[in-house]
């Protein structure tokens, strides 16, 4: 797989196919069995701890429910990573920290606990803190998860915005077909672990492949099969014949 | 909270710690007595220590001089070496005794010195010859069931 | 009867392994906190918040329950003393008690039920919230950041907080007996003087607080970060870091002791 500079990439796949896992293995949290991922054509997991801090500045990750530090107020959890590898004055923390916020569009909201917040609003704070380092590549592990058609919206059109204002690459994590549809530059479908498909929105929702089809389509049966793999029914509830 | 009433809260828990700390050691402990890691060794032999232990005080007119420092059993002669660490501010001439006493009825044992008239002092290494036994109260009672016994017979 | 026989061995077999896995993720889990403990001195403020976390806000209940304990000793060896007519020992009673044994243990008690459940709490919800993960992909080790200061606040707050709980209940036995009954002031603290030593019985205690501030800091944190990350798995995370600590505080009392106070 690749992910080039300047896209916005969607992973799809069902529940359990390990777009997350991907994610994880991008961010070096996870080691792969077998394979090698490379950022920024560094082999990422040959790293020492050092030079793996070093490449995680320049990433963001969303988290799927935001992962917002729920003792900090909205503001001090944007700040965080400014104050943690920066040593910026604190007038220019709060000149950035309020510019990301405004960029999310919560700059009003600064004082509030996250507590306080909407699910929306939270993973906006979230994707607030994870481009403060001003990242070259983000990461959205299912950011339209949960909210209300609105906000996936809001959500959908910054990763876009967000992504074209930095330069970086972004890529997200999600089932949401309607709308990632809308935003990204190409698709991959994962399914067991392996990529099945891939290609541009317009090639994935005309495709004719039964996978990809149904995925799209959210149809109920088709290569992913309604029921888990079980022995015969009839025999399941002792039914000879 | 604020930052600095944080910093207050914990400056007051520190001080209050190190402060208990300190009323432990000197208030409650002996923080204050002999120091027993400076002063000379003398060696008193024992025919019988009695409940001795190791670390009980030696005492001089009811004055904690030193401590006891080990307890071993001379299987030549057969009586108990008694390693005294004394304080170097009580010199003792060298002709003083030693004696195990009790302190109260029930209380624990002790070493009690008591000054000679020689006039050299006791150096490192000395050995202590006039000693006082522990009393042992199973002989006691021997002696006095022995006594009386030749009382009565004498009696006849 | 044989398929029972295998069938617990193959239990038995099978805790230990897990068991033994235990021991030494958690050595891992130690070493890497004490490795990356740096930052939390480099930047003192970390320590100061998790000293406030671990010592300041059991210092309540750590000043009345060590008071309360001050007064049953008092009021327990003297109507026991009284029989032999000692009443003025119990002064050397209650501190002697208190500084070798019931101010160590008692202390790390309430520390790992107070401090030690709400660090496993703590720990367990930032992993089970991603939170610890977040920080990890802001390039901030979380050990550096978070579980090194945790382990250090709670290690520095043992130590004094046993020995707070020690003066409030010397000062709670003073005031029943002196106070209140009447023995004599003089007698209470020159016999509690004269049979307290400094080697022997204050820093042997206060090495016990040490070991025991070690121990349930290090088992809250462990079983707050090893937590399953849902709402069930945190809360046995903090039943078993109050009965782990409380296990591991009372066996390692005993092997002190026995180290410490028998001359062996």
Excluded: C
């Excluded at chain 1, 500079?5 to 069995?33: C, E, N």
């Excluded at chain 2, 000679?116 to 199973?138: C, F, M």
């Excluded at chain 3, 046993?162 to 603290?189: E, H």
Aim: hydrophobic share 50%.
């Amino acid at each position: 797989m690749n992910f080039p500079r300047g896209k916005v990439i969607a992973i799809m796949g069902g529940s359990g196919t390990g777009k997350t896992t991907l994610l994880r293995l991008i961010g070096a949290q996870l080691k792969p069995d077998r394979g090698e991922v490379r950022v920024d054509s560094h082999p990422i997991h040959a790293m020492s701890h050092t030079q793996l801090y070093a490449m995680r500045r320049k990433m963001g990750m969303l988290f799927q429910f935001g992962a917002l530090f729920t003792d900090l107020s909205v503001f001090d959890n944007v700040a965080f990573p400014l104050r943690e590898h920066t040593e910026l004055p604190e007038s220019m923390i709060r000149d950035l920290v309020l510019m990301k916020l405004h960029a999310v569009g919560l700059r009003g909201a600064h004082a509030l606990k996250p507590a306080e917040l909407s699910g929306g609003m939270a993973r906006r704070v979230a994707l607030a803190r994870a481009i403060a380092l001003d990242p070259m590549l983000i990461m959205y592990d299912e950011p339209f998860t949960g909210l209300d058609p609105i906000s996936v919206g809001i959500i959908g059109n910054l990763i876009r915005r967000l992504n074209d204002a930095l330069g970086a690459t972004s890529i997200v994590v999600t089932h949401d077909v309607q709308e990632s549809m809308k935003i990204v530059d190409y698709v991959y479908f994962l399914s067991g672990g392996r990529v099945v498909a891939q290609g541009t929105p317009k090639e994935v929702v005309e495709s004719v492949e039964p996978f990809v089809h149904q995925f799209v389509h959210g149809e109920a049966d088709g290569p992913v099969p309604f029921h888990y793999a079980a022995p015969g029914y009839g025999e399941d509830l002792g039914i000879h014949r | 909270m604020q930052r600095t009433t944080l910093d207050l809260w914990v400056g007051i828990f520190v001080t209050a710690g190190v402060g208990a700390l300190f009323v432990l050691a000197l208030k409650v402990g002996n923080a204050t007595t002999v120091n027993a890691s400076d002063g000379y060794h003398v060696i008193a032999e024992f025919d019988n220590i009695g409940g001795l232990k190791v670390r009980a005080p030696v005492k001089s007119a009811g004055v904690v001089v030193g401590r006891v420092e080990g307890i071993s059993l001379d299987t030549r002669t057969f009586r108990a070496n008694v390693a005294l660490r004394i304080d170097k501010h009580y010199p003792f001439p060298k002709d003083s005794s030693a004696s195990i006493l009790t302190a109260g009825l029930l209380g624990e044992q002790y070493v009690g010195m008591d000054g000679g008239g020689d006039e050299q002092n006791l150096k490192d290494g000395d050995r202590l010859k006039v000693t006082q036994s522990a009393i042992v109260l199973e002989k006691v009672i021997g002696q006095f069931l022995y006594g009386k016994a030749a009382e009565t017979s004498a009696a006849k | 009867m044989f398929g029972t026989l295998s069938g617990g061995l193959r239990l038995v077999g099978r805790r230990t392994i897990n068991a033994v896995w235990r021991m030494g993720a958690a050595t891992r889990f130690m070493g890497l906190v004490l490795l990356r403990s740096g930052l939390s001195f480099r930047r003192f403020h970390l320590m100061i918040d998790e000293l406030h976390f671990a010592g300041v806000l059991s210092l309540i209940i750590i000043i009345v329950s060590g008071l309360f304990v001050g007064l049953v000793l008092g009021l327990q060896g003297y109507e026991t003393l009284k029989r032999y007519g000692s009443a003025e020992a119990v002064g050397t009673l209650v501190a002697l008690a208190l500084v070798r044994e019931l101010g160590p243990v008692v202390a790390a008690l309430l520390f790992a039920s107070r401090a030690g459940s709400a660090m496993t709490a703590e720990l367990g919800i930032m992993k089970s919230t991603e939170q610890l993960s977040a920080m990890e992909m802001m390039a901030v080790d979380p050990f550096a950041r978070v579980i090194s200061p945790m382990f250090w606040g709670g290690f520095l707050s043992m130590p004094l907080l046993a020995a707070i709980f020690s003066v409030m209940g010397i000062f709670g036995g003073y005031l029943i007996t002196v106070v209140i009954i009447g023995v004599d002031a003089g007698a209470f603290w020159s016999q509690m003087q004269s049979n307290v030593d400094l080697r022997n019985d204050i820093v042997n205690g206060v090495i016990k607080t040490i070991v025991f501030g070690a121990a349930v800091t290090a088992i809250a944190l462990f079983e707050g970060y090893d937590a399953p990350p849902t709402a069930e798995g945190v809360s046995h995370a903090v039943t078993r870091t109050v009965v782990t600590s409380a296990l591991a505080v009372l066996a390692l009392d005993f092997v002190l002791t026995a180290f410490m106070f028998t001359g062996v």
